[in-house]
T-cell receptor, first 112, second 117 residues
Framework: AQSVTQPDIHITVSEGASLELRCNYS??????LFWYVQSPGQGLQLLLK??????LVQGIKGFEAEFKRSQSSFNLRKPSVHWSDAAEYFC??????????FGTGTRLKVLA | GAVVSQHPSRVICKSGTSVKIECRSL??????MFWYRQFPKQSLMLMAT?????????EQGVEKDKFLINHASLTLSTLTVTSAHPEDSSFYIC?????????????FGPGTRLTVT
């Protein structure tokens, strides 16, 4: 069965520090990959997506993600975290069925 | 572009009553809409997929008679929680996509917080 794993439930970083959020998926072919951010009590905002082509994807708010086929990973990165980045981050996978499978999410806390 | 709205944003109802949640695509035609449920501090769980003009497809374990979904037009889908009980309290999020689009992207609404007392 297809699955998405976000191994880190919580991550705490200091403002200005770099960030990497991990996402691994289980699927035979290359799926469509997404990263979303959710602030408390809010809906989801798309940060970036990967379908094909360049494996390093640039998104909004200074985020980027790299697709690594050999590792079945799609990790999200940001070189310098801002206090406003504190939120819940979800990785999602679509295997071409137009249905998402979400990871369990990573809650980011930013220290001033 | 690609804005999805939900109404209401919050609703409190008494046990045994029914509640309707609307999901609208404001600036595009959504051939497919999805309904998710999110428990506190958990991920989103897909409840059902609805296509305009046809019956919704429910995920395993979701009671179709309890969670009625109607997708009457290309811009509106509704979720009705019938005979609501406290365990139905949750955050419900809808999303919309354009079937056969090249990007498989879903556009999410802001969510509806349902509290059943």
């Amino acid at each position: 069965a297809q699955s998405v794993t976000q191994p880190d439930i919580h991550i705490t970083v200091s403002e200005g520090a770099s960030l990497e959020l991990r996402c691994n998926y289980s699927y035979g072919a290359t799926p469509y990959l997404f990263w979303y951010v959710q602030s408390p009590g809010q809906g989801l905002q798309l940060l970036l997506k990967y379908f094909s082509g360049d494996t390093l994807v640039q998104g909004i708010k200074g985020f980027e993600a790299e697709f690594k086929r050999s590792q079945s990973s799609f990790n999200l990165r940001k070189p310098s975290v801002h206090w406003s980045d504190a939120a819940e981050y979800f990785c999602a996978v679509d295997s071409g069925t137009y249905k998402y499978i979400f990871g369990t999410g990573t809650r980011l806390k930013v220290l001033a | 572009g690609a804005v999805v709205s939900q109404h209401p944003s919050r609703v409190i109802c008494k046990s045994g009553t029914s509640v309707k949640i609307e999901c609208r695509s404001l600036d595009f035609q959504a051939t497919t809409m999805f309904w998710y449920r999110q428990f506190p501090k958990q991920s989103l769980m897909l409840m059902a997929t609805s296509n305009e003009g046809s019956k919704a497809t429910y995920e395993q374990g979701v009671e179709k008679d309890k969670f009625l979904i109607n997708h009457a037009s290309l811009t509106l889908s509704t979720l009705t929680v019938t005979s609501a009980h406290p365990e139905d309290s949750s955050f419900y999020i809808c999303s919309a996509s354009i079937l056969d689009s090249l990007d498989y992207e879903q556009y999410f609404g802001p969510g509806t917080r349902l509290t059943v007392t």
